[in-house]
């Protein structure tokens, strides 16, 4: 099974620029879709962005175009988030998750890492 | 964007109780509908994909119906590890939109 494990998280002015990662401890890494989704303190869950396997397809929500890449290096199975010009509405959990693609069904996000918190603040 | 909205936002009931939650969808999205439960602290977990396919290891008291426009997802009797709060998510077209949550809790 698929564990995931994120890192890169802490405390940031805004304006700031952070990058989290996430380790995959499986070989299936490579074979799979991946995203990140994020958690404001005390809020629901929000998609942020998407990366499919070879990166040619990488999907964004709109608050955080241009500000944020998703990226991932299949031989370290690894998916990043580069987060840049970061604010404070930017601040929450962020999880890293697998996503069950059966082209051209996406069907949901099934393997979660534990989070790591990103808070903007001066 | 397509938006989620969950009812109710929150409910309260009984160990053994039937539950149903519902979550509606702006437009049409077939049937790409996923249900997650989280509990406080924790990571969300894939109880439903495709509105009515129970993920691997998940209890058979929960159940997921719909299609279109209107989904729900239903828990036959309530057990103490089920008081959660739970969450829709399409992924019929981005972005991936979440409902805003339902919290369930012990009356």
């Known amino acids: 099974e698929v564990q995931l494990v994120e890192s890169g998280g802490g405390l940031v002015q805004p304006g700031g620029s952070l990058r989290l990662s996430c380790a995959a401890s499986e070989i299936t890494f490579t074979d799979s879709y991946m995203s990140w989704v994020r958690q404001a303190p005390g809020k629901g869950l929000e998609w942020v962005a998407s990366i499919n396997q070879d990166r040619s397809e990488k999907y964004y929500m709109d608050s955080v175009k241009g500000r944020f890449t998703i990226s991932r290096d299949n031989g370290k199975k690894s998916l990043y988030l580069q987060m840049n010009s970061l604010r404070a509405e930017d601040t929450a959990v962020y999880y890293c998750?697998?996503?069950?693609?059966?082209?051209?069904?996406?069907?949901?996000?099934?393997?979660w890492g534990q989070g790591t918190t990103v808070t903007v603040s001066s | 964007d397509i938006q989620l909205t969950q009812s109710p936002s929150f409910l309260s009931a009984y160990l053994g109780d039937r539950v149903t939650v519902t979550c509606r969808a702006s437009q049409g999205i077939s049937s790409n509908l996923a249900w997650y439960q989280q509990k406080p602290g924790k990571a969300p977990k894939l109880l439903i994909y495709?509105?009515?396919t129970l993920q691997s290891g998940v209890p058979s008291r929960f159940s997921g119906s719909g299609s279109g426009t209107e989904f729900t997802l239903t828990i036959s009797s309530l057990q103490p590890e089920d008081f959660a709060t739970y969450y829709c998510?399409?992924?019929?077209?981005?972005?991936?939109?979440f409902g805003q949550g339902t919290r369930l809790e012990i009356k």
């Open positions: 998750a697998r996503v069950i693609v059966v082209i051209p069904v996406t069907y949901g996000m099934d393997v």
């Open positions: 495709a509105a009515s």
């Open positions: 998510q399409q992924l019929y077209s981005y972005p991936f939109t």
